[in-house]
């Protein structure tokens, strides 16, 4: 999967992540967005996430899951919707890499909070699909529109396959600022609706999620990504 802020496609909540569709084609993978399908149902025991400059690691996490061997289907599909909000790694990061020039690392939804990955964070009307467990997690009823990742949607509901159209968007930087008292949702790049909190800002990357079945190491700061990681 990768999510590039600033394509002219919104991956917010639901699109992609509920179906499991392609999205893309493997030429653009690494450029704009992309979903392949047939990985999208490959069982995992571990994920990474990785920021990245036009195919060149910027940073990278690796976490193991709690529960191994699902695929992505099955941990963020249709059925898993409802009850969603699932803490699935444990222990933080079992790789963390960041490269000593990047820039941005104050607010990155991933980078810049500690904890575990925390999937289809649902909270009021609103849905997050991956969110860091040291960023602010919105309670179940909160209805902030607070709790800020990769894959966001306001104004929906959550626990089915609804899409808003006015408040989806790719990526939201960590941030406080509850609704109502504030309405100024500080975001990456222009890929969101057009809700009047959502302010487009400045893209840190493309972001890309890669799963594994054995290999808890990732490539490091400065090498170049492919569709499929050889170590």
Same mark, same amino acid.
């Given at each position: ?18 179906? $499991? ?14 979903l392949s399908e ?8 571990? +994920?990474?996430?990785?920021?990245? @400059? ?23 599909? #249709?059925?898993?919707?409802n009850p969603g909000?699932? +803490?699935?790694? @444990?222990?933080? =990061?079992? @790789? ?6 990047? &820039? ?9 909070? %500690?904890? &575990? #990955? ?8 609103? $849905? *997050?699909?991956?969110?860091?467990? $040291? ?13 800020? %990742?990769? $894959? ?14 006015? *408040?989806?968007?790719? +990526?939201?930087?960590? @941030?406080? *600022? =509850?609704? =109502?008292? *504030? ?9 969101h609706g057009t ?5 487009? %800002? ?11 079945? &054995?290999?808890?190491?990732? =490539? ?12």
């Amino acid at each position: 999967m990768n999510i590039n802020p600033a394509d002219g496609h919104i991956f917010g909540y639901t699109v992609g992540w509920a179906t $499991g569709i392609d999205i893309g084609s493997d030429d653009e993978a690494l450029t704009k967005d992309y979903l392949s399908e047939k990985v999208w149902v490959t069982p995992a025991n571990c +994920i990474a996430i990785v920021r990245h @400059q036009r195919g060149v690691v910027d940073a990278v996490k690796v976490f193991k899951f709690k529960v191994p061997g699902e695929s992505l289907s099955t941990r963020f599909g #249709l059925k898993n919707m409802n009850p969603g909000r699932q +803490i699935v790694t @444990q222990g933080g =990061p079992i @790789q963390e890499s960041i490269a000593d020039d990047a &820039d941005n690392l104050g607010d990155d939804p991933i980078f810049s909070v %500690g904890g &575990d #990955l925390a999937f289809n964070w649902a909270y009021g009307n609103n $849905g *997050c699909r991956i969110v860091l467990t $040291g960023g602010h997690l919105s309670g179940a009823d909160v209805n902030d529109d607070n709790t800020h %990742g990769l $894959g966001n949607d306001f104004a929906i509901n959550p626990l089915i396959d609804t899409i808003n159209s006015v *408040c989806a968007h790719d +990526i939201s930087n960590i @941030q406080d *600022c =509850p609704m =109502p008292a *504030c309405n100024d949702v500080r975001l990456q790049g222009t890929d969101h609706g057009t809700g009047s909190s959502l302010k487009s %800002g400045p893209v840190y990357g493309n972001y890309a999620i890669y799963v594994s079945f &054995d290999s808890e190491k990732f =490539p490091l700061p400065g090498d170049k990504l492919s569709l499929k990681i050889e170590l």
